[in-house]
């Protein structure tokens, strides 16, 4: 199986440039001076306790949530706290790509319609344009014989593939992960990390927030521990995972790898 | 009995698939069902064969008022002496004006094309099989009323003939269609602004949608009928039917808006933030991912809508426009008809049985809508 869907990858060029990001919900500190560089090919996983933070950091990226203070930078559009803009949503959501824990698909569209609202409605892509795509990423995430099911017919496993092959229908240089497994059924879960994994082999920018350890240690370039709003520690997985240096870590990794 | 593993599992193993058993005869014979109906327990036997009783002295009683001593044939009064029967001699001779009001006889046509294109559009559009998208049947809604009232008002090589002169059902399907091609569209804009980005248009969209709400229907006629005028600038006068058909339009679209605004809530936000991030903008968001599900949620209570507008047209008559109830006063008061009770009530029967069969009609198909999705 192959998605090639990703722009050549050179980490020298940045995707991503989060400096001191700090965010509230009302009186609660969501994030804290948060500070993340992904470059062009990077696959960063993000884990950490739940209420971390983990999902309100990719969120923030593709401007789901606003943020109080801070700088951020996606794929080259500046973004300061002060001016969070529609445009600018706009433009960074045309080139980042999100797949959500609950998948998300419109259910009143069938799997194909699913992939093509965006790049024809979006994008203004052509409709023959749109759909040669579509079919073409539902090619590479197996599920041709499903365009015309509505998202209702397919199982979680499915349709999460849909959901992947929809955001890489936009072309995007990005593509987030909110913990794309968490609500799927034990016997799924392996069926979207193929996936994700392929994907990730060709290069494609991508920053997942998962509990998958084994998928962190197989495909991440560095992972991310974050607890309380603040990332903790930043280390490719073989350090993160064999030598971690901060006590929070080691706990963690003792509760999640201990079973 | 102490043989191997081996044979013991060889003990379960089928060769052939196990034959379903028939399920339990579940239909009862005729019998059995009228006792379960009427006589589960003696005490609810009781009360049944009670209720039975009044049912069928009263059914008989009405049976022998709309039937047995019921009046058919005459043109005035004489036809229908006060003993006892309907007059339904006064409802079949003056079906001109149940139907049409005073629309001259020449021009019947027009309204008589105005009821045969609706009755097409029901069931060739709205009543189709596998049901015609939600969007053809709004278009149809919007476009239809506008195509009426054009055809019924005339101009052009067609003589003019004004609201003052149509009357009976016409009003009543006019108004009712005209309330649905301007409250639906002006409801759903009303529910969109309160939850608009810029808090004014919040403000002044929920300050319209509550008045409305807390004032009765028939207030707002009067206030259009006659307090309405008075505001308005000399030389622009608005005839009372379209005020009254403002007023209405007004006043269904703020109840609309709150339908609308259920549905509007219905829809995940998580379809909102998928759409964002497949790059669609906020019009695009809202036109093919956020619209598509809130309306299908509210098809239901849209029909109720209808329903309620289609029975709240005959407050129309009250002040003074002559839908089919003002047409119905109107003929009893005529020479011909006046006098004997019996033909009011017979008339006001007649009413109730024809807004029963429309707004039944309407249910029903609102109760597919529901149990097809």
């Known amino acids: 199986m192959a998605l090639d869907a990703s722009p050549p990858s050179d980490t020298n060029v940045s995707i991503v440039e989060m400096s001191a990001i700090n965010k509230w919900y009302g009186s609660y500190h969501a994030l804290r001076d948060v500070d993340l560089h992904v470059g062009a090919g990077e696959r960063i996983v993000v884990c950490g306790p739940s209420g971390s933070g983990k999902s309100t950091l990719v969120r923030t990226i593709n401007l789901l949530e606003p943020f109080e203070q801070g700088h951020l930078r996606v794929c080259g559009i500046d973004v300061r706290a002060d001016e969070i803009t529609r445009a600018a949503r706009l433009a960074i959501n045309r080139r980042v790509a999100m797949v959500f824990q609950q998948f998300n698909l419109f259910p009143h569209m069938t799997a194909l319609q699913n992939l093509t609202v965006g790049p024809i409605f979006g994008s203004g892509v052509s409709r023959s344009e749109a759909r040669r795509r579509a079919l073409h990423y539902l090619e590479r995430v197996g599920l041709t014989d499903y365009a015309d099911r509505h998202p209702a017919q397919l199982s979680g496993g499915q349709q999460q593939r849909v959901a992947i092959a929809r955001a890489l229908c936009t072309h995007p240089r990005l593509v987030l992960f909110d913990e794309p497994t968490a609500a799927l059924d034990p016997e799924m879960v392996n069926e979207v990390l193929q996936t994700m994994e392929t994907l990730a082999r060709e290069g494609m920018t991508m920053i997942v927030v998962t509990h998958e350890m084994g998928f962190a240690r197989r495909v991440a370039d560095r992972v991310v521990f974050m607890d309380q709003g603040q990332i903790i520690e930043t280390a490719p997985p073989d350090r993160f995972f064999d030598a971690p240096q901060s006590a929070r870590l080691r706990t963690f990794l003792g509760q999640v790898l201990a079973h | 009995m102490v043989g191997s ?31 379960r109906w009427l006589l589960p327990t003696p005490a609810i036997g009781v009360v049944s064969m009670l209720l039975l009783a009044v049912l069928l002295l009263f059914g008989a009683h009405c049976l022998d008022w709309a039937l047995v001593q019921a009046h058919w044939r005459g043109s005035s009064s004489t036809a229908c002496p006060d003993d006892g029967g309907a007059c339904w001699a006064f409802v079949i001779a003056r079906w001109k004006p149940w139907l049409v009001g005073n629309y001259p006889s020449d021009q019947l046509w027009r309204p008589f094309t105005c009821f045969a294109a609706f009755a097409l559009f029901w069931t060739w559009v709205v009543r189709r099989p596998n049901g015609a998208s939600l ?113 209405f339009a007004l006043f269904n679209a703020a109840m609309a808006a709150e339908v609308f605004r259920g549905g509007l809530q219905a829809v995940d936000r998580g379809q909102i933030e998928a759409a964002t991030t497949v790059g669609l903008s906020d019009f695009a968001t809202l036109r093919r991912v956020v619209l ?17 507008v289609i029975k709240e ?10 839908d089919l109830l003002g047409a119905i006063e109107i003929g009893a008061k005529s020479p011909d008809w006046v006098g004997e009770p ?25 109760r597919r809508l529901e149990l097809s999705r």
């Open chain 2, 5 to 35: 593993g081996l044979e013991l599992t060889t003990l379960f193993v089928r060769e052939s698939p196990v034959a379903p058993r028939v399920a339990p005869a579940t239909v009862p014979t005729f019998t059995e069902r009228l006792r």
């Open chain 2, 135 to 247: 969007l053809r049947v709004l278009q149809g809604f919007i476009l239809l009323p506008v195509a009426f009232f054009l055809l019924l008002i005339g101009g052009g090589p067609l003589p003019v003939v004004v609201p003052t002169q149509w009357g009976g059902l016409l009003v009543t399907l006019v108004v009712t269609l005209a309330t649905f091609a301007t409250a639906l569209p002006l409801g759903l804009c009303l529910a969109l602004g309160r939850r608009s980005r810029w808090p004014v248009v919040r403000l002044l969209c929920g300050t319209f949608v509550e008045a409305m709400r807390a004032v009765p229907l028939l207030a707002v006629l009067f206030i259009a009928a006659t307090l309405l005028p008075l505001f308005l600038p000399r030389d622009l006068t608005i005839g009372l039917f379209a005020r009254a058909a403002i007023a």
């Open chain 2, 292 to 308: 598509p599900q809130a309306l299908t949620v509210v098809v239901p209570a849209v029909v109720n809508i209808m329903i309620v």
């Open chain 2, 313 to 322: 047209t005959t407050l129309l008559s009250v002040i003074g426009v002559s």
């Open chain 2, 342 to 366: 019996n033909i009011l009530t017979s008339g006001y029967v007649f009413l109730a049985l024809a807004y029963l069969g429309v707004c039944y009609a309407l249910s029903r198909y609102s």
